[in-house]
Each structure stands twice: as structure tokens, then as C-alpha cells.
């Protein structure tokens, strides 16, 4: 598979089955002047959905964790309309989850990755978080500011990405830079799209020596519908290779680091 790469932004059955509950999970304890529901760890992983944590992120928060680091993983849209739910999913389950369904599911998997990777998951309510392609910069900004203390590092994807969830998230993460309120960031793209990055941005490989593992996406392709596991990643779930989704291969991410960070 081919290796995602982060780059450096500008300065600054049948069944009736009952959906799985999202989880709120903070760490540590936040300045007394932030928001009430905010995190404080070494470092914020932004996520426009799931499974950016694993695919576009992950070499990277698991050297990060590796380094001793506090990481949590903040997830930002509802992930409610993945072709998944439509076009995959009937044909295992004979029905079409509800958006509301099919994003709990996508958010126990959210869940259980982050954890594999030694960091931890913070999972907005459905309520709270943004409609799948709808993300805009101001609404992604209000988003980390309610859940991330002040001065806290944050990783996400790039601004110059093809998705406009992933863009929305680069560029609210530059405004919360250049307005101070984040202290440093990186930004993460996939090779595949490193032609849509300006010749004068440089970039950086960071993760060499902790690559992701089968185990670390274990939780998107474990399928057991009797217990409401569907497996949603071995079809789809934003793998950008086959849809055995061999995460075996994954490479290792490269990270244009914005000035004033050295990585770990």
C-alpha cells in the first residue's frame, strides 16, 4: 500500500440490532481557562473520519507513543455516508443501516484502532460532530477548540488534500496556528496526491520505525454480524489499495513539520 504523507503547513442478521455507544474519553486535566470538555496530552491527532487516524496517520502517532508521548485522536465528521452502508453492507446484513447506525458502528472501530495504537479515542456526540462532506474550516475550528486545550500540538491532514473534509481540517488547523490558540502542527497526505503539493513545501518521512500492523486495523475488518461487528474497512473504509485492505504493507508517513517542531 502505498505510504501517506504528512507535509509541513505555513508558520503559524435479520435482526434487530442495537447500535454501539460512542465514547467521550479525556486525559489528564485541562487548564483551568479550557473549554469544559477539552483534552490535555502532548499531542491531538485531528481525524477528519474514521479511519484517517490509521491510514493517513498512523506510523506516526505510534512512534509518537513509542517516544513516551500522551496521544489522543479526535474525531471530527459522523463518517454517516461511506458507500459502504448502501452498497456493501445490504448484502451482509439484508437491510441498510440508518446513518445514525452505521456511524456508531464506524465509531466503535474509531475506537478500538486509537486504542490498538497506544493512544486515545475522543469521539464527539453524532449530534455535535460534522455531516460527511459538509466539514467547512470555521465549523472544524470550533470543533478542536471545544474538545483541545490551548497550546497543544495537533497533527491532521492536509490543507492541498483532494477530500474537502481533509482540507477543511488543514485549514482550520493553520487559523487555530496563526491565531495562536495551537502551539505546533504537521499535516499528513497520501503519496498519490503529492502533485497537488506546491514544489516549495518540504516534506519530511517521520514513522520509519513504526509501522502499522494488521492488528492496529483489527477492529475495522473484524466481522461478526451476531455481535453487530460488520467489518465495514475489508470492503471499503477509505483503503486506497485492494479491499482485502492488507494494512501489512502500509508504509510509513511522511510529515512536513511546521517550524518550531522537531519530531520524535
Known sequence: MASPRPHVGPRRSRRTMTPPR???TRVSTPP????????????????????????????????????????????????????VRSRDLPRKLGFVPSPHHFSALRDREFDGAV???GATPVIPPYE??????SATPEAVAALIR?????????????????????????????ALIVDGYLSQAAYFISPERLDLIPGDVALDRVGAG??????????YR???????WWGSAGEVSGCPSTTSCDVTRLPTVTADISEGWQGA
Request: glycine share 6%.
Open 22 to 24: 460512542s465514547r467521550r
Open 32 to 83: 483551568a481557562d479550557a473549554p469544559p470538555d477539552s483534552v490535555s496530552p502532548d499531542l491531538v491527532a485531528i481525524a477528519p473520519h474514521q479511519d484517517d487516524e490509521v491510514l493517513s496517520m498512523g506510523p506516526a502517532i505510534l512512534e509518537a507513543v513509542s517516544a513516551g508521548m500522551v496521544v489522543t485522536v479526535l474525531l471530527i465528521s459522523r463518517g454517516e455516508a461511506s458507500i
Open 115 to 117: 486504542r490498538a495504537m
Open 128 to 133: 455535535e460532530r460534522l455531516a460527511d462532506s
Open 146 to 174: 471545544g474538545h483541545v486545550a490551548r497550546g497543544t500540538t495537533a497533527w491532521t491532514i492536509s490543507a492541498y488534500d483532494g477530500h474537502p473534509d481533509h482540507r477543511a481540517c488543514g485549514r482550520a488547523v493553520q
Open 210 to 219: 513504526t509501522p502499522i500492523t494488521r492488528k492496529h486495523q483489527h477492529p
Open 222 to 228: 473484524s466481522r461478526r454480524l451476531a455481535r453487530n
